[in-house]
């Protein structure tokens, strides 16, 4: 208990001290009549009584633990226990009285019971309503324009978070409660402030309370848990914010940590994946791995987590200079410089893709280089076929040629049934490593996943943007879903794929549950502090040529089949005479590409893509 909390318990005993006082006073002298000498004389010739009634009360009320709360925190029970104690002490007094001799008490009593009542009770009655009189005065007639902030989590970050906000006042944030999930803090006292119960009362809590902040003060908080309390926030008109942060899993400390916003990743993002160490290690350890597009969003990732695993050599292939260089400078921080190399090169290149491979002898390829913009590519079909399908050939051919032992392309759930050119490239793309796996001595798979959470351009932060620009925020369609997923967990989980593959796999990452974009959109409103619709548009543009409503990520002629981690699954097609039809359509549309012959090109890609043959190519 703080000096401040017992001084406010001590004055409430003293006026409730006062009060009896009062009470009994006002008793004896209506039922006696008041002597010639007036109190003086009252309390002389009854101080028998008068000394057995204040003890008697006083027990009691200590006995049952009536000052345990502060006034402004009373519950029910606060009541009872107060209105309890007297009638006992009361019963308790009667019985006093006839014992000494006193004819007719029971009418004393009565007056007695009801005037301490009405003392005590219209002392806290007051006390409650200045507070909460205090409570919702305009913010700026408050003491200083901090935000009331109620704790989520009482244990030593919640602790160490009260200590932090009342020193320092810059923070503009002052701690009023806590909630806490654990049953035995319910109702204690903890750094002077109450712990009114669990997470369901976080509404009840920030109304009682005024209270405009939640601040999440539990280091290893699951993402579950976040978007639970984001919705009780929300109920309760209260913005949340987070006390600590995790990065690579790793708790920075308390002293390190700050009061951060909730970003929208952390409500999308599901819990983190476990990876199996051991056969990513083997995997990877005392190998020379290369990574194409090794500078972008998933290859760089793919680049941080490979470093983990102690590769003989990691290859960053990629032809964007700044982006190999802004890799490279993050690595060296972390890892042994000797331990990767950069290569600036053009996968088009089929000459200078031998080159590399003859020199650095990859014995893994990861191949995440590509055009992956949806609608940047409808218009542009043989710079996408260029990149993404001559592009990865020249990889394959390379691999197959120095005797790669595993390759895996990136793909994506765009390459499902697409009905845009940069899906129909990327299914182009698989359909030509499964061809190639039946060839060489280089086991060839694909992985498949949804969109990832920050890669470049992609939908939060474009709506992030928009929404600092002030709105309007864009969907295309009020009802388009999309799966997310983190880029660690997708890279996680492409690593774990390698490691199990046995050629010719196409996996697909469980991506949990598609989210509403136009959800997202009101979502990262509402983090920001804003009312949707209201103080920020959404505005509905249209889909755009190609884009589907939903993505899919599987094809229907394809088995799926569970592996040794529920959130890889592996789709294995079975060959056919398809298979072998689209073997000589691939080959044929390599030539076509390289001879310009764009009638022929377009016939070739709607026959290997059936799902675009009801559509215009351009
Ligand atoms: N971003 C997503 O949400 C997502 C989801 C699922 C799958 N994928 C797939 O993963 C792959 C990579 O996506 P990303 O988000 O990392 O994209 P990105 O644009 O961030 O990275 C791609 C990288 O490839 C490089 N590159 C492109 N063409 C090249 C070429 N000809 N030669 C050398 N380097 C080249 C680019 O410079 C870039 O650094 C794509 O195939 C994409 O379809 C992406």
Not at 149 to 157: L, P, Q
Not at 196 to 224: C, H, Q, T
Not at 244 to 256: I, T, V, W, Y
Not at 326 to 351: H, P, Q, S, V
Request: hydrophobic share 45%; aromatic share 6%.
């Amino acid at each position: 208990m703080n000096i401040k909390e017992a001084t406010k318990k001590t004055i409430t005993f003293l006026v409730d001290v006062l009060g009896l006082i009062w009470a009994l006073a006002l008793a004896l002298s209506t039922h006696y009549g008041m002597p010639a000498d007036g109190f003086a004389g009252l309390f002389m010739q009854y101080r028998l009584p008068i000394i057995a009634y204040l003890g008697i009360n006083i027990f009691t009320l200590l006995l049952v633990r009536c000052y345990d709360e502060l006034i402004r925190d009373y519950s029910l029970f606060s009541t009872i226990k107060l209105f309890g104690a007297l009638a006992i002490s009361h019963l308790l007094f009667a019985l006093f009285m006839s014992v000494i001799g006193d004819t007719q008490p029971s009418l004393l009593i009565l007056n007695l019971t009801v005037y301490a009542a009405a003392a005590l009770g219209v002392y806290r009655l007051i006390v409650l309503v200045a507070f909460q009189a205090l409570l919702h005065l305009p913010k700026a007639n408050r003491s200083g324009h901090a935000k009331r902030a109620i704790i989520f989590g009482a244990g030593s970050a919640g602790k160490y978070l009260v200590d932090m906000l009342n020193q320092d006042p810059s923070k503009q944030l002052k701690p009023v409660a806590f909630i806490d999930d654990d049953p035995r803090l319910e109702r204690k006292r903890i750094k002077g402030l109450l712990v009114v119960g669990p997470r369901m009362l976080i509404p009840y809590a920030a109304k009682k309370y005024n209270a405009e902040v939640i601040i999440i003060a539990i280091p290893f908080v699951d993402n579950s848990t976040i978007r639970e309390i984001f919705n009780l926030c929300n109920e309760a008109n209260c913005t949340v914010k987070r006390f600590g942060n995790m990065s690579n899993l790793k708790f920075e400390g308390l002293a390190k940590s700050t009061i951060n916003e909730i970003r929208v990743e952390d409500l999308l993002q599901r819990d983190v994946v476990r990876l199996d160490l051991e056969s990513v290690s083997e995997l990877v350890k005392g190998k020379t791995v290369l990574v194409t597009g090794g500078a972008g969003s998933i290859g760089s990732e793919l680049c941080r987590q490979i470093m983990d695993y102690k590769p003989r050599l990691l290859v960053i292939l990629d032809f964007n200079e700044n982006g190999l260089f802004d890799i490279t400078m993050e690595l060296r921080k972390n890892y042994y410089e000797g331990a990767f190399e950069t290569c600036l090169a053009n996968i088009r290149e089929r000459d200078v893709m031998n080159e590399v491979f003859q020199k650095y002898r990859p014995d893994i390829v990861f191949h995440a280089a590509a055009h992956k913009h949806v609608p940047m590519m409808e218009g542009n079909l043989r710079e996408a076929l260029i990149n993404n399908v001559v592009g990865t050939n020249n990889v394959v051919e390379a691999s197959i040629a120095c005797g790669v032992e595993r390759f895996m392309l990136i793909s994506t759930d765009k390459a499902v049934n697409p009905t845009n050119i940069m899906g129909a490239t990327k299914r182009i793309a698989e359909l030509l490593i499964q061809q190639k796996n039946r060839s060489g001595d280089t086991r060839f798979a694909a992985v498949r996943f949804g969109n990832v959470l920050g890669s470049h351009s992609s939908v939060i932060p474009i709506l992030q943007r928009q929404l600092q620009a002030g709105g309007p925020l864009t969907v295309t369609h009020k009802d388009v879903t999309r799966y997310f997923m983190t880029i660690p967990e997708a890279v996680q989980l492409v690593l774990e794929s390698a490691s199990i593959m046995q050629g010719g796999e196409i996996f697909v990452l469980d991506m949990g549950e598609p989210i509403r974009i136009y959800d997202l959109a009101t979502t990262m409103i509402k983090l920001a502090g804003l009312v949707p619709e209201k103080d920020i548009k959404i505005e509905v543009t249209g889909l755009r040529p190609g884009e589907k409503l939903h993505e899919e990520l599987c094809l229907p002629e394809e088995t799926v089949v569970t592996t040794s981690n529920n959130k890889i699954y592996v789709m294995r097609p079975e060959i056919s005479e398809t298979d072998m039809e689209s073997g000589a359509l691939l080959a044929e549309l390599l030539d076509s590409i390289r001879g310009k012959d764009q009638a022929r090109i377009r016939e070739l890609v709607q026959r290997l893509v059936p799902s675009l043959q009801d559509r215009k190519i351009c």
